[in-house]
């Protein structure tokens, strides 16, 4: 009986003869985040390699290394793109968009983002609208569900806010999604359904050993990819119109200014194409991102009353310290969410354990050496996962499992930022997120409104950890379904 396959590796995986460490991956694709969530933390240096070019598979290395996760984000960011692999697997979603482009084709889109972001306008305007939607949907669809008793699959609510709110950045649209109208009348159920469908087959074609097999399902048209056809079909029918819509408006000279499509169509210099791309990857960019970290914000405040009574008190005093209208006034003023730090370390928190991206992949161009001598083989895929670096002792601590606010938080309560390359919540280097900023004012926005005037108790088993759906953001397995109730005087 020969057992020299039975190597020991340092990710402790049996290799077997021939498929090597495959049958692991292929048993654990439904459950990749966690399974490697473990199997890094088990490495010396966490991270593992896999090589199943032999079988005419894929080769990569998955670390939470942060000395590795610099190496590829900044100091070797020119080896390290996103690479034709992974541009090609999202093309048909995101087009050649800021996402899913390399080289001069991300770079310029890049700079025009960045010039559009960093402008106070975009700011206000992003105030502005997150206002209308919490004052105009939320806050009254909170309180008929209060009135009559009704359950709220709160996930739900977060995604329909969220597309209202980044329809209006993007193309200064209002769906109304979050009204049961707009449900109705404005495609938004269709629209919603075909932008959830076509990232999780993403992500399964991502998941596949069989790097062709979504390629060859394509050409057969048969499930998911017959879905994903119609899924991309029913988002690009939108977005067309958007488009389309918009170039009429400017055409008569009644195009608006505030939103992106209409700052970047204004250059002339896109074609419609390329406009669709920009639309598609900023509606993807804006609405599962934070309506994922807020999902399992509020499920984890569900189980610590503490730290939402500190939000609440925090909430009171920053309202109680402001002068007369403002305090009066149904939302936050920027200022006042500024001044909520332990809110910010909460989130913050929140996400560090359940990261709206989870992993994030890129593919090497020539060989290469990560900083904790691992090799990396030429056209490797490099992924990171920021979900399994938030559980590692020797970055964040013996207590790294556990939500604690206060990690976030120096003497004086004041918010003290950590390396991004530990926390790579946005991703770090010259790809960093652009709407970091943009996020945490409607994100603290919609829970310092919320929770000012509500709390939520959790319907069903309580103590139960709720799946993790692997798309490419993280979303909630089953949804998140909580009774609202009034916020008592006496809590007050
Ligand atoms: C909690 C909320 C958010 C999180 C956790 C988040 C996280 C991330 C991450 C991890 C990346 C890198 C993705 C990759 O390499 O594929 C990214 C990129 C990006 N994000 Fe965000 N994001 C959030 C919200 C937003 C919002 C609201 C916007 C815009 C309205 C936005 C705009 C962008 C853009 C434009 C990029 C592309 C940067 C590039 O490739 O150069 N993000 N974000």
């Known amino acids: 009986w020969d057992t020299s396959w039975k190597q020991s590796r340092a990710d402790g995986l049996k290799a077997y003869p021939i498929v090597g460490t495959l049958p692991h991956f292929v048993k654990n694709q439904h459950r990749l985040i966690e399974w490697s969530a473990g199997v890094l933390a088990r490495c010396p240096t966490y991270t593992m390699s896999f090589n199943f070019r032999g079988l005419g598979l894929a080769a990569g290395v998955m670390t939470a290394n942060p000395a590795n996760v610099e190496h590829v984000a900044r100091t070797n960011f020119q080896n390290y793109p996103k690479g034709e692999f992974v541009v090609s697997v999202i093309e048909d979603l995101l087009g050649h968009g800021i996402f899913n482009s390399d080289g001069d084709q991300w770079l310029s889109q890049r700079k025009a983002a960045s010039y559009e972001f960093s402008k106070r306008s975009m700011r206000n305007f992003v105030v502005r609208t997150v206002r209308f939607e919490i004052v105009e949907r939320l806050l009254p669809l909170l309180s008929r569900a209060e009135r009559d ?28 999604c979050l009204t049961e109208e707009g449900m109705a009348v404005n495609g938004c159920a269709a629209f919603m359904r075909a932008l959830s469908d076509a990232q999780s087959i993403v992500m399964a074609r991502f998941m596949s050993p069989v790097k062709w097999a979504w390629r060859v399902q394509k050409l057969l048209d048969m499930e998911p990819e017959r879905r994903m056809r119609d899924a991309v079909a029913t988002i690009h029918g939108y977005v067309d119109r958007v488009v389309r819509e918009r170039s009429e408006r400017g055409a008569s000279g009644l195009a608006r200014k505030d939103d992106f499509l209409s700052r970047f169509a204004s250059s002339g210099e896109l074609s419609d194409e390329s406009l669709r791309d920009v639309v598609t990857n ?24 503490d730290a939402e009574d500190k939000i609440v008190r925090e909430i009171r005093a920053v309202r109680a310290s402001s002068s007369g209208i403002i305090a009066d006034a149904a939302v936050l003023g920027y200022e006042e969410l500024r001044e909520m730090q332990y ?45 399994a670096m938030a559980r590692l002792e020797e970055i964040w601590g013996p207590d790294c499992e556990e939500f604690r606010p206060e990690r976030w938080l120096d003497e004086e309560g004041v918010f003290r930022p950590v390396s991004m390359f530990k926390y790579t919540v946005f991703h770090a280097g010259p790809r960093m997120c652009l709407g970091k900023e943009l996020a945490y004012i409607q994100m603290k926005s919609i829970v310092a409104c919320v929770l000012e005037r509500f709390s939520f108790r959790l319907v069903g088993d309580q103590k139960k950890k709720p799946g993790l759906v692997f798309s490419l953001t993280l979303r909630m397995e089953g949804g998140l379904h909580m009774q609202v109730k009034k916020r008592g005087a006496l809590n007050r």
């Open 343 to 387: 809110l910010h370390a909460a989130i913050s928190e929140s996400m560090r354990l359940y990261p709206p991206v989870a992993m994030d992949t890129h593919c090497s161009l020539r060989e290469d050496t990560l900083p904790d001598g691992t090799f990396v083989g030429e056209g490797w895929q490099v992924t990171y996962s920021a979900y």
């Open 282 to 305: 900023f509606i993807v960019a804006g609405r599962d991102t934070t309506s994922s970290a807020l999902t399992w914000f509020f499920w984890i405040l569900s189980g610590r009353p």
């Open 149 to 176: 008793g009704r359950t709220l699959d709160v996930q739900h609510v977060l995604e329909l806010f969220a597309f209202d709110n980044i329809s209006r950045v993007v193309f200064d649209e209002d769906p109304a």
